[in-house]
Structure formats: structure tokens, C-alpha cells
């Protein structure tokens, strides 16, 4: 423990205690008044120590990342930054993605791609960790590297930074999360310093990725990601960091991407896949915090525009690249590439979106695929481990593995895992005055005071592989609320019993099912989701090629080989136990599980039938 950081942060917390408490959620709050054109105000995030998650994946995938983080020392994480600025840099290099070289050339050096581009992002995630744990060790390192940090702050960083915005940008969100969930009382301080010296270094607007703004540099030098950079820009203005970055949010919004988009006109075939998702999430929030109709718009037609190009898994993007309407490139990639889905950067993306998205629509289908992308792609990567080896890409080629890839050591899915990792309690469950959304079906208890009484939603389940969602409320008091069930598109007959009497109102899949009541406690609610087989064609063109999905999973098929195999025999698929289904074939019966159930065995995503 560090004493003087220590008193700091107890006095910053002292300071914002009277405020805090008047505020209905922790947190940041939009200034003024909210969007005229939404008929609802947005649905409120819970905090991070609100929500307690009991499903073993998930808190495993926590505590892995938690653990790599904390074990990297400081020296190394400063480093780059250190010689970057032209400062004695002791300690050990990190290696991959992190390290600094001068003389690193594009093309040939695999080290030195972008050094310390993740780090902005580890300190974001372990302050959201520290909201979750209240672990001193993990907040007084979100200090320490804070204050390690400012003393590198120069032009010359910038300057020999093939990507200066998105590192920005990723320094910007650590402090943001500092200033939220540790109470750094010099997060913003330093943020004003990295702003002032960083700005002159930058384009004076949104640049495309691959427009050259630099003379005399490589292709790699115009890959920087300065039209992403908005959404932490807004956010930063929105927990009260000054006037100056909304207008700097403002200043570079992508209009380039975001004017077609909103007019419904298709402009994603050939833009990077992960920074162009990443960056609907600043038209969302050019949405919340000014008001623009337009690019809400842009941000729900593109959502519409990339679901029709995604694989059963809600994963997109091969080889990183989006694709054109009803193109071929989809269906090819399942032989051409192994390079299917950037997944930790890509789901982080994905989430955020939706979450936006879910939000301010409260429109149950982009909880469905937030919960897809979940299951199918990121909570089944391999762990991140402490010599930087990275899950980098999910592969739905036929010939699929899970793999590490040697040049992607501490590469920017590095940087995202753990966020998506401590993301996971502010995706399942949001809020309005009436009462609480459940939007995931994790283990999980929520938290929250309803009308001045303390109130707890306990969720127990073995969802997705049983179809029954059991909750029990704890009431301090008697309280009218309205708890809302997501009901996914695909659960066609799904019932709620609450106390053990089956509710005689009708659900509508792909739709919140609202119960409203006078609710006590012990009170019990059952929610049904029945889930049964069916098949997914890769695109219309391709209706033989096929996944077979069972509730929100994807069964992946641990073969060598394509089977012949028809859809009966797909849709007849037995269940061997709570994890493992069994096919009938001409030739040896073929396993098929959920993608966190593969280890190192070959699998297919996609089968094809006749």
C-alpha cells in the first residue's frame, strides 16, 4: 500500500460523497438535458460492484486476467513510453506488439508493431476490477501507473507513434475509469497534460484508415484509428473533464462513415472490421450527449447492415475486413482464411454497441446478439497468458482450431479481453425508475434501492444448457417494480411462473416480457425459455452450408472431415450429456459442442447437407 495515494483517493472520495449520494446509479452523468427526440430516456448501466457473478467462465476468464495484469511490473509497462520520450528505461521489455524498436520496419520486424498501444487499456481494466473487488493492491496500481505515466507525457511519443490517436484514445479510457472507479484525483489533471501535448501530433479530423496524413511514412503509418476516438472523447466531457472534449468529440465524429450510413447507403465493404463496429459507438454517444437524430440513425442502420453479413457465431469480419451486400466473401472465407473473427477486440466492439444500442431502443434483439457473440466467440477464447500470447482470431474455416499466433504477443485483443472480462456484469442487467431489465442469463445477483428500499434480484440457472431461468427476489420492504425478461427471438412457447403459478399472458419472442407487482421477499420467478434445434444457412446463396444452433449456442462439429449428412440428421442430433450432442452419419457418429467445450481438437463451424 502506498500511504500518500492512499489519502489522496480518500479525500477525492470524500469530496464527491454528497454528490454520489444523491445520484440514482454511480458513475458518470450526461449534462443537461436528455435527447428530445427519445420518447424513453436511455436505460441506466448498473456499476461494476453492483452486479456478482457466480458462473465459473466467466469468473474465470476474470481472474486469469486480473492475474496476468497484476504480475506485469511497472518498469515494463512504462517502457516504451519511457524510450519513446527519451528517458532511462529500466526493466525488462515486453516483447510483441509492446516493444519499442526505432529501426522497426513494416513488413519484416515482428516485435514493435505498436508499442504500448494496450496500455491506456489495462489500466481501464484494472480500475473496473478494482470497482468490482475493492482489492487495494489492483486500485494502488491504477495510481501508481497514473502518476508513472505523467512523467512521459511529450510531443515525442506522439511523434514516433505509428498509431497516435488510438493510443490516445486508449490512455484516455484508462483515465476516465481511474476518475470513476478508483477516485484518482489527478486523472483528469493528467489527461488535460496528454491532451495539450498530443493534439498537435494529430490530424485536425476524422482521417479513413488507410489515408495517408504524414509524409514520408509506410503503409502501416496510416493505420491509426482517429475516427474512433470520439466516444471516449464524449465520455470524458460527460464525467465532468471539461467543455473541450465534447467539441474535441465533436471535431472528429467520421461524418465520411457516418452521413451515408445514416441515409441507409451500405459503405462498409472493404473498412477495417473491428475500429469501424468500435466506431458506431461514438455515433451513439454523438447521440446522447448532442442530441444527433442522424447518427443514431447511422448506428442502427449499420448494425442491420453487419448482421446480414455475420456467421451464425454473431462473429464478422474475415480478415478484418467488412464485406460487401450478399457477396460471396462470407461463404469463401470458410476454405480461403483461418482469420474469421478478431474476438476479443471484436466482441468488446460488439458489446458496446449493442449495449448502446439495447439501451436507448430497449429493443430485445440486440440483447440476442450480445448474448450470441458471447457464447459463441469470446467466452470460449483461450486465456491470455503471462508471456503475452493472445487469442486473437476465431476460425469457422472447415478445418477450425483454436490457436496462439507468434506474432501476435501482446497485441491489441490483449488490451480488450480484460475489459470484456470485467464487462460482463454492466451487459446483463440495466435499469429505468420503474424497475430493472434482465438481459443476460448469467449466475448472478443485482443490487439496487427501489424507492429507498434495498433490493436484491438473485438469477440461478444452468442456461444455456437447461432452459429454465430461476429468480428470487430479496425486498427490505414491500416495492411495486417491474422486472423485464428478455425473451429471445428463438424461444417460441416461453412462460413465466411466478410462486409456482404459471402467468396466463402470452410471451412474444424477440421482445421484454414485462411483470409488474407488488413484489415480497422470497418471492420466486421461473422463466422458461424452451430450446430446441434448427439450422443457420452461411447466406441465402449457400442455403447446404449450415450451423446448427441449440437455444443461443452454435454446436460446433470436432471433426477432420466433412460427413455426408442430411438436415434431419443435423435437426435429430442426440444428447449425449448437458454439453456434448452426438449426430448420426453414414460413416462414425459426429461429437458437436459449444465452442467453450473445444480444446485443441480440429473443428467445423459449418457443415454441409443435403
Known sequence: MFPSLEVSRRKFLQSVSLAAAGMALPGCRLPGKPPVASVLPPLAQFDYGDVVLASEPHEKQLAETHLVLMGLSDDSLLKPFRQMSGLPAPGEDLGGWYHYDPDYVWGKDTPGFAPSCTFGQWVSALARMYAINRDPATGDKVLRLNRLYAQTISGDYYEKNRFPTYCYDKIVCGLIDSHKYVGDPEAFPILDRTTDTALPHFPKHAVEHGMAWRAGKDQSWTWDESYTISENLFLAYQCGAGERYRELGRQYLDNEYYDPLAEGRNVLAGRHAYSHVNSLSSAMQAYLTLGSEKHLR????????????????????????LRAPDS??????????????????????????????????RDSRYGDSMERVMYNTVLGAKPLMADGRTFYYSDYNFKGRKVYQDDQHWACCSGTLP????DYRINTYFRDP?????????????????????????QESLYPFDSVVRFKVNAARVRDFTLNFRVPAWATGASISINGRRLPTEITPGTFAAVRRQWNAGDVVELDLPTTMRLEPIDPQHPQTVALLFGPLVLFALTDSQPSLNRADLLAAKRLDARTWQVKTTGAPLKMVPFTEIGEEQYSTYLRVT
Open 419 to 422: 475489459q470484456v472480462a470485467a
Open 328 to 361: 460471396p466473401d462470407i461463404y469463401d472465407s470458410l476454405t480461403n482464411t483461418h482469420a474469421s473473427f478478431e474476438t476479443p477486440c471484436g466482441s468488446y466492439a460488439h458489446f458496446k454497441l449493442t449495449r448502446y444500442l439495447l439501451r436507448v431502443t
Open 298 to 321: 447511422a448506428a442502427r442502420n449499420a448494425f442491420d447492415m453487419i448482421a446480414a453479413q455475420s456467421f451464425a457465431t454473431g462473429g464478422w469480419g474475415p480478415e478484418e475486413t
Open 434 to 458: 420503474r424497475g430493472v431489465w434482465v438481459n443476460l442469463y448469467i449466475p448472478s445477483t443485482v443490487r439496487w434501492k427501489q424507492d429507498g428500499a434495498e433490493v436484491a434480484l438473485v
